[in-house]
Each structure stands twice: as C-alpha cells, then as structure tokens.
C-alpha cells in the first residue's frame, strides 16, 4: 500500500460516509462509490455445458457495450472544467474494453 492510499480515512455516518484521501478532481462529489482492495477481488470459476457457450458468449458481448456505452456517455457529460486528464482516462479504459485480444481470450476462457 503507497503512503497516497494509506493516507484515506473513512468517517461513517448513518447514511453517509465521508471520503478522504487524494483527490483527482478538486471540489466535493457526491454519489455512488465502491472501494476495492486487493484482497476484495474474487473471480469465480465455475464449469457450463458446450451448449451453454453460445450464450455465455453473448453475455460477454453484451456486457462489454454496455460498459462501453456507460463510459462513453460518462466522458460525453464531463464539463468544460473537467481536466483532459481525466477525458484520457475514461478513453483508456473503452480503449482496455475493446481491446481485441482481452475479448478473443476471454471468449476461447468461456469456451
């Protein structure tokens, strides 16, 4: 864990939780938030049926241009205000997202 992570606090409310740490956008934002460390990340592997590819497949698909699409209009909404900065890193992810080799690895996985 880097100083910079090791440095963000949590303060609880009833509702709410107050986020402190280092911020990549000057100013206060207030939404949804999940917090991920490296021991949070689960990948479940579990075995389908050959006729149950085909559909697994599509999910696949289906899932990526839905994040894809989220991402897009997530970028399309940023202000004038916004630094390019962070433009360029909504872009690298739909760049991560479609990347062609991740998707057909991916799919011979399911296969």
């Not at 997530?74 to 909504?90: G, K, R, T, W």
């Amino acid at each position: 864990m880097t100083d910079e992570l090791s440095s963000t606090t949590i303060e609880e409310t009833a509702t709410l939780k107050n986020l402190k740490g280092i911020s990549v956008y000057p100013g206060t934002a207030f939404g949804l938030c999940q917090i991920f460390s490296a021991g949070d990340l689960e990948v479940p592997q579990f075995s389908i049926e050959k006729n149950a590819t085909r559909g697994e497949i599509q999910r696949l698909r289906a899932a990526i241009n839905t994040v894809d699409k989220q991402l897009a209009g997530l970028a399309e909404s940023f202000d004038d205000d916004i630094p390019p900065e962070a433009e360029a890193f909504v872009e690298v992810h739909r760049t991560i997202l479609r990347d062609r080799v991740l998707i057909e690895d991916t799919i011979e996985i399911i296969k």
